[in-house]
């Protein structure tokens, strides 16, 4: 990419002055690509320093940032109210431009500040900060650091309030994708969403090329390496519990309160959070939470229900193919067919897993074929399953659950449930898209 984008200065400027990436072989099972681009851009991360989390009014308009290094204060050193009143915890994700490459066994992942010739925009949109809670009076999905019962989390249980088991403050599960969206839209408009499959894409590239890594499980690293540059991942996440213990302790209900990482501000990193002894074990369990770049638990904890995109499943009579779509309009989300959703591709029949994904000109994260492991290609685990007969419309689940362990990540699937489905661990996040 060595096209002349502007003169004037004190010599041409380049395309490549601009943007900064990852490269990586389809072949090759090591999941850390290679770093390609404007080399001091991995070091500065134009785009990545710009995502900041805030409290957003229901209008779209921004209330006030908070502060980049603690969350409980806003950006000017004053107390901020993270309850709502407010407004809702958001991460801020800024306008940036994309390009992605497929070129023969390469694959290449771009991202720059500037709108470079080949680059697509993905526009300004906000991710909630926590995993999303609901104001049960409204039901209105939200983004809160609230302990009073109007916000009681997981499938709204009082009776456990006083115990250690308790929901207050716990993000909302036992919801399926058709109410979570319904929920997110009480707060005003169609701009206000559930998860959203592009956000989610979106934040997962930025991780990859800010860490190089396509194991979002790596151990967390603080410390850059001999280049300035960021290494490792986000660590195992809230995903190391024995299943049977947890069902036996709540029923697979979240137990993380939201906010637990507000210490880290708008940075990367991981907080410790211990269920005591005597609940959820004989013994305390210490998990660790993290946070990339201000968004907690983008994986593990609970599933992430996610809208704007889905599959439908054929049964193998009915034509054997898995055909992913997706919708960039939020006002064309639905749970019925898939007018005015785009077809991105096929995805892997058996889960298992991914060892490549459908990239394509958006970047699709969906795998289109399993065979990797935990440590190799990206990592993460693929659910799904086929239909006997007929075709059936599945919605997309991200991140995996508490007791998934190695399975779980950013990249971590299942297209098992329809939009209906419900769990105890199915929760979902609160996203923000201005109109254009």
């Known amino acids: 990419m060595g096209l002349i984008i502007g003169m004037g200065g004190t010599r041409p400027q380049f395309a490549y002055d601009y943007y900064y990436g990852i490269e990586w072989d389809t072949s090759v099972s090591n999941p850390v690509p290679t770093r390609i681009g404007k080399a001091e851009l991995h070091a500065s991360l134009p785009v990545q320093s710009l995502i900041r989390r805030c409290v957003l009014k229901d209008n779209g308009e921004v209330n006030y940032y908070l502060h980049a290094n603690d969350s ?9 109210n993270l309850t709502g009143a407010d407004g809702q915890v958001m991460v801020e994700l800024p306008d940036c431009y994309y390009r992605f490459e497929m070129d023969g066994l390469k694959r290449r992942a771009l991202i720059s500040t500037e709108p470079l010739p080949g680059f697509n925009k993905w526009n300004k949109a906000y991710i909630s900060a926590y995993e999303a809670a609901v104001q049960r009076s409204t039901s209105k999905l939200a983004s809160v650091v609230n302990t009073d019962a109007d916000y009681r989390g997981g499938n709204n249980t009082s009776g456990w309030d006083e115990t250690n088991k308790t929901l207050l403050g716990r993000p909302a599960t036992n919801i399926s994708l058709t109410n979570f969206r319904a929920y997110a839209r009480n707060r005003g408009s169609s701009e206000w969403n559930c998860n959203v499959y592009r956000l989610h894409k979106e934040l997962w590239w930025m991780f990859a090329i800010e860490y190089c890594n396509f194991n979002s499980q790596a151990s967390f690293n603080a410390a850059l390496d001999s280049n300035g540059y960021h290494q490792g991942g986000l ?24 906010g637990t990482t507000n210490s880290l501000g708008n940075h990367t990193g991981c907080v410790d959070y211990t269920l005591e002894a005597g ?9 660790s939470v993290p946070s990339y770049r201000g968004v907690e638990n983008p994986f593990g904890h609970i599933w992430k229900w996610t809208d704007g995109c889905k599959v439908l499943i054929q049964s193998e009579a009915a034509g054997g193919l898995s055909m992913f779509y997706t919708c960039d309009d939020p ?6 067919g898939v007018s005015n959703y785009d077809y991105r591709g096929d995805l892997a029949r058996t889960g298992g897993y991914v060892k490549e994904i459908v990239l394509g000109e958006y970047g699709e994260i969906m795998p289109l074929s399993v065979g990797g492991g935990s440590t190799t290609y990206f990592c993460d685990n693929f659910y799904t399953s086929i239909p006997d007969s007929g075709t059936s419309e599945r919605g997309v689940l991200f991140g995996g659950a508490a007791a998934y362990d190695a399975y779980a990540g950013f990249v971590f699937a299942s297209t098992n449930s329809t939009a209906t489905g419900t769990d105890a661990y199915f929760g979902s996040r609160l996203c923000f898209i201005p109109a254009a």
């Open 72 to 80: 409980t204060k806003r950006d000017n050193g004053a107390a901020a």
């Open 331 to 336: 006002a064309n989300f639905t749970s019925s």
């Open 279 to 287: 609940g959820y074990d004989t013994n305390a369990k210490t998990v």
């Open 235 to 258: 660590g195992a996440g809230v995903t190391t519990l024995d299943g049977t213990k947890w069902n036996t302790f709540n029923g697979y209900n979240p137990f993380v309160p939201c």
